[in-house]
């Protein structure tokens, strides 16, 4: 099985919290919209409960059946990817090149990263989430390039639940110091750092 890579946004203190091990999960609604227009009207069952239905595939049953008595499914895939997939993470950022007067020569990068651009030439890269003010501009999170990521992640764990169904342990996983009850329903990605 060939391991998939995708990006995804992770913004504010974010990412300075996976890389204190403080984040190790992240909840995303992306590919629920439908089941989310009406979301108390359908439940999740287990995908290792129904034959013939692939494991990366997450079942919804509406809980009101059709007129001819048949129920009413959804199969959904998580977008983000599955158990043993990677996450690229993508945040805030910019750099310099190594030809360019250096802001930060006299500080301390906090993670000491040099990178590549694609056509070689060397850089040093910030990243907002550390907390520098720099005159320079910042790039937003969404247009950063795989190669000035700093932080990949392996999926360890999948679920859909709903975001009420949160649990405090699963809160502080967040990040969160506070829970937020809502009644959508989401994806709950666990993740270990990789790189």
């Known amino acids: 099985m060939m391991v998939k890579e995708t990006g995804i946004i992770m913004s504010g203190n974010h990412p300075k919290l996976i890389l204190d091990r403080i984040k190790t999960q992240t909840r995303r609604t992306s590919g629920l919209k439908g089941i989310n227009l009406e979301p108390d009207k359908w439940i999740s069952v287990r995908r290792d409960q129904m034959i013939g239905i692939p494991l990366d595939t997450f079942i ?13 499914r959804e199969l959904i895939k998580c977008p983000y990817g599955q158990v043993g997939d990677r996450l690229w993470v993508r945040e805030t950022f910019t750099w310099v090149t190594l ?3 250096d802001p930060w020569k006299d500080r301390a990068i906090a993670d000491g990263t040099f990178r590549r651009m694609p056509n070689g030439e060397p850089v040093k890269m910030c990243y907002k989430a550390d907390g520098y003010e720099i005159g320079s501009r910042w790039y937003p ?6 190669w000035a990521s700093r932080i990949t992640l392996e ?6 639940e709903r975001v009420q169904e949160i649990t405090e342990v699963d809160a502080k996983a967040e990040g969160l110091k506070a829970q937020s009850r809502e009644t959508w329903w989401c994806w709950c990605i666990s993740f270990k750092v990789v790189k």
């Open 60 to 72: 919804f049953h509406n809980k009101e059946d059709r007129d001819d008595g048949e129920s009413i």
């Open 99 to 101: 030809g360019e007067k």
């Open 141 to 146: 999170s969404i247009h950063m390039p795989r």
């Open 155 to 160: 999926i360890t764990k999948v679920r859909a």
